[in-house]
């Protein structure tokens, strides 16, 4: 199964500072057709999972433009320019290039 | 309005059996794969199950082979989750998905105890 390394697991972040997550795969996530098959989800308390970045860059439809993901093969990022107090939870990367897909161990955002 | 409502979970003692059920709307069901996941107390996201658009492709994690089966009803826009031989590990909330997570339901708890 692909690994999937997300770094930090804890995150204390200021309010209207950035944020970085960084999501390291054991195996290439390009998938034969050329696309990264590389997904972000945020995780509220109580609240189902949102998927905020698709193909490792795509912000999905009404996800703020604060939030964006960059990388390739198997290094990839997640930032927020400008932490809000509605970012705070739990921030996956997960892979559906290789069966089974695979989540990281989640990244918990609270506000210091 | 994307909506997908799960329901079918509750208690249940080691060894016995499931069914979750999750009914979509707000979309063409029969043209999306379709996933199931779960999260398990007090740990991450794990995803448990696909299958394509006509069922004819199904994918499962390893720890649920030969004990899940997944099916959908496309005329019923109705997705399910056969789970047999119930473990404690298989505790979790459930939650059924569209096509690579774009949109999730509340999720059903499956609780596994005696």
């Known amino acids: 199964d692909v690994v999937m390394t997300q770094s930090p697991l804890s995150l204390p972040v200021t309010l209207g500072q950035p944020a970085s997550i960084s999501c390291r795969s054991s195996?290439?996530?390009?998938?034969?057709?050329?696309?990264?098959?590389l997904f972000w989800f945020h995780e509220r308390p109580g609240q189902s999972p949102r998927r905020l970045i698709y193909?490792?860059?795509d912000r999905d439809s009404g996800v703020p433009d604060r939030f964006s993901g960059s990388g390739s093969d198997t290094d990839f990022t997640l930032e927020i320019s400008r932490v809000e107090a509605e970012d705070v939870g739990v921030y996956y990367c997960?892979?559906?290039?290789?069966?089974?897909?695979?989540f990281g161990q989640g990244t918990k955002l609270e506000i210091k | 309005e994307v909506q997908l409502v799960e329901s079918g979970g509750g208690l249940v003692q080691p060894g016995g059996s499931l069914r979750l059920s999750c009914v979509a709307s707000?979309?063409?069901?029969?043209?999306?794969?379709m996933s199931w996941l779960r999260r398990a107390p007090g740990k991450g996201l794990e995803w448990v199950a696909t299958?394509?658009?006509?069922?004819?492709?199904?994918y499962y994690v390893d720890s649920v082979k030969g004990r899940f089966t997944m099916s959908r009803d496309n005329a019923k826009t109705s997705l399910y989750l056969q789970m047999n031989n119930l473990r404690g590990e298989d505790t979790a909330v459930y939650y059924c998905?569209?096509?690579?997570?774009?949109?999730w339901g509340q999720g059903t708890l499956v609780a596994v105890s005696s």
């Open positions: 998905a569209r096509d690579g997570g774009v949109n």
């Open positions: 707000g979309f063409t069901f029969s043209s999306y794969w």
């Open positions: 299958m394509n658009q006509d069922g004819s492709e199904k």
């Open positions: 195996q290439s996530l390009v998938y034969s057709d050329g696309n990264t098959r």
């Open positions: 193909k490792v860059s």
């Open positions: 997960m892979q559906s290039t290789h069966w089974p897909h695979t």
